[in-house]
């Protein structure tokens, strides 16, 4: 309990820190927000206009910036964000029509790479210097250094327009509502290119982690015992060489909040990536603030979750306490 009480409280001063950096870092950046949103009409910035746009953002010098502070803390409590400037709606509306694509597509890929790693990664450790292990690790480490756009413009190319086998954009069929199926589909290149391009790094550390553990004494004396190899596999040396793996893959599923932006705007996906994309593009500062602050919040919690899970398949790693 006491180590719980602990990383719950790193929990609370780490959200803190990025909840203060999320504040300052926009207003400390070069130029000023209000002059880039009235800039987009390319007229005379009047000063009434420009101060207005001040006090909406929480910055200009007549804003004192400790009542600022307090106020965004408060509004980021009550989950008021503001509006997007881009959209002219809710920021809040606006990132829940595109979390659920990114969390579908980025989400269930990023698992799959790394369910698929892993277990590649521990089988090719387990019959070292043989074909698997010879063949599956160099082949998806080359591939795996390939950026993700390139990965996603030739699947672009070979399944959409050579092929013809797949649709090459969007998240759905634009013509009437969408369909599971019709969204399956369209999520199909988009999710190859993430898993294609993750997976080698998967299999490579738990193929090393893998190799170190199966040399530990208790793996050779869960041998002497006579145990199937099989529950060796997995019951010792597997569970032990994947608890270093869980902190990566746990930033992993943090940083899906943020989508594979590459990814999302090769196909035009309707995730949260191409949204802060788009948020950047057009200078939508209360949208990018709040995606920035999902990101970090997300990888704060996934973190968190993998420090516990960590403590209870490896009590060690409590320390003292």
Not at 30 to 40: F, K, T, V
Not at 170 to 198: E, K, M, R, W, Y
Not at 225 to 253: C, D, E, H, V
Not at 277 to 291: G, K
Request: proline content about 5%.
């Amino acid at each position: 309990m006491r180590y719980l009480v602990r990383r719950f409280g790193f929990l609370l001063i780490a959200l803190w820190g990025a909840l203060t950096l999320n504040f300052f870092i926009p207003r400390l950046m070069p130029g000023n927000p209000a002059e880039a949103i009235l800039g987009q009409f390319h007229g005379h910035i009047n000063p009434n206009s420009l101060k207005a746009i001040e006090v909406a953002l929480g910055i200009g010098k007549h804003q004192n910036l400790f009542v600022s502070y307090l106020e965004y803390l408060r509004n980021t409590m009550t989950g008021n964000f503001g509006v997007s400037f881009s959209q002219r709606i809710a920021v809040s509306t606006v990132i829940s029509r595109a979390l659920p694509w990114t969390l579908g597509l980025v989400g269930v890929s990023t698992v799959l790479g790394f369910v698929f790693g892993t277990v590649l990664g521990a089988v090719a450790a387990w019959r070292r210097g043989g074909w698997l292990d010879n063949v599956l690790p160099p082949s998806f480490i080359v591939i795996s250094a390939f950026p993700y756009f390139w990965v996603g413009l030739l699947a672009v190319w070979l399944f959409s327009f050579t092929l013809n086998w797949l649709p090459y954009e969007n998240g759905f069929n634009q013509i009437g509502s969408p369909q599971l199926g019709d969204i399956l589909i369209h999520a199909i290149l988009p999710s190859f290119t993430i898993v294609i391009t993750s997976i080698g790094g998967w299999i490579l550390t738990m193929r090393n982690n893998m190799i170190t553990v199966v040399a530990e004494d208790y793996v050779k004396m869960a041998r002497a015992k006579g145990l199937k190899p099989r529950r060796i596999l997995w019951q010792y040396a597997g569970r032990n060489a994947l608890l270093p793996n869980l902190t990566g893959f746990a930033m992993s599923l943090g940083f899906v909040i943020s989508g594979a932006i590459l990814v999302e705007d090769v196909f035009n996906y309707p995730g949260v990536g191409n949204l802060l994309l788009q948020a950047v593009n057009a200078e939508d500062y209360p949208l990018m603030q709040t995606l920035f602050l999902l990101i970090t919040v997300a990888v704060l919690i996934a973190i968190f979750l993998s420090d516990i899970a960590t403590a209870i398949l490896d009590p060690r790693t409590r320390g003292g306490n």
